[in-house]
């Protein structure tokens, strides 16, 4: 049963465009959702959160956006850069006792063109 | 500020042994998280410890454990180690507070070979 899904399993950009990764998920109890970063050899690293009081949330190039009603979240880069190139993973985490365990998507794979 | 860090960074192992890994927290955090990521998926949640208790288990059995120390430093221990137990290990550490908890700050993981 995978709750959250990256339907797209690779996108690729030409630098100074705008890139968007897309999410979806089917558990209603998620109340935090957040990207993460992987480079090859190395650990996710977190980029941006949404709490689902919200729907979007800005931080420099990066922007999500949160439709709680269609159950799909997205990341934006602009204008995405080669060194943005890596994995992007989709994690998503509920209140109670799931406080601060993340469920992941299978990760999209971004690849910008110079 | 010190990030976590992981040890050691790759492992070979037979089907049948057991294997400890091992984790230190970033500094300030009092929260630690395992996961498993198969190759093309995406990270699995194993299992939490928040003051040394384990806080919340995902879909895995009992051979693995874990144990949380008092400087909040981890290990994850598997037991009779099967194929399908191949994988990249993370550790990731947070701070259970008021006001976060969510995200949580990954270490470079220990890449973990079952023959």
């Known amino acids: 049963d995978q709750q959250v899904k990256q339907n797209s399993p690779s996108l690729s950009v030409q630098e100074g465009r705008i890139s968007i990764l897309n999410c979806d998920y089917t558990?209603?109890?998620?109340?935090?959702f957040l990207w993460y970063k992987k480079y090859p050899a190395e650990g996710p690293t977190f980029l941006i959160s949404?709490?689902?009081?919200?729907d979007k949330n800005e931080d420099g190039r990066f922007t999500v956006f949160l439709n709680k009603s269609a159950k799909h979240l997205s990341l934006h880069i602009v204008p995405s850069q080669p060194g943005d190139s890596a994995v992007y993973f989709c994690?998503?985490?509920?209140?109670?006792?799931?406080?601060?365990?993340?469920?992941f998507g299978q990760g999209t794979i971004l690849t910008v063109h110079p | 500020e010190t990030g976590v860090t992981q040890s050691p960074t790759h492992l070979i192992k037979t089907r049948g042994q057991q294997v400890t890994l091992r984790c230190s927290s970033q500094?300030?955090?009092?929260?630690v998280s395992w996961y498993q990521q198969a190759l093309g998926q995406g990270p699995q949640f194993i299992f939490q410890?928040?003051?040394?208790?384990?806080?919340g288990r995902g879909n895995f059995p009992p051979r693995f454990s874990g144990l949380q120390f008092p400087n909040y430093s981890s290990e994850l221990n598997v037991n009779a180690l099967e194929l399908d137990d191949s994988a990249l290990y993370l550790c990731?550490?947070?701070?259970?507070?008021?006001?976060?908890?969510?995200?949580?700050?990954f270490g470079p993981g220990t890449r973990l070979t079952v023959t």
């Open positions: 994690a998503a985490s509920a209140g109670g006792t799931s406080y601060g365990k993340l469920t």
């Open positions: 949404i709490s689902s009081i919200k």
């Open positions: 558990n209603s109890m998620f109340d935090y």
């Open positions: 500094s300030g955090h009092n929260t």
């Open positions: 410890y928040y003051r040394e208790e384990e806080n």
């Open positions: 990731a550490s947070s701070w259970a507070g008021t006001l976060g908890g969510h995200e949580q700050y």
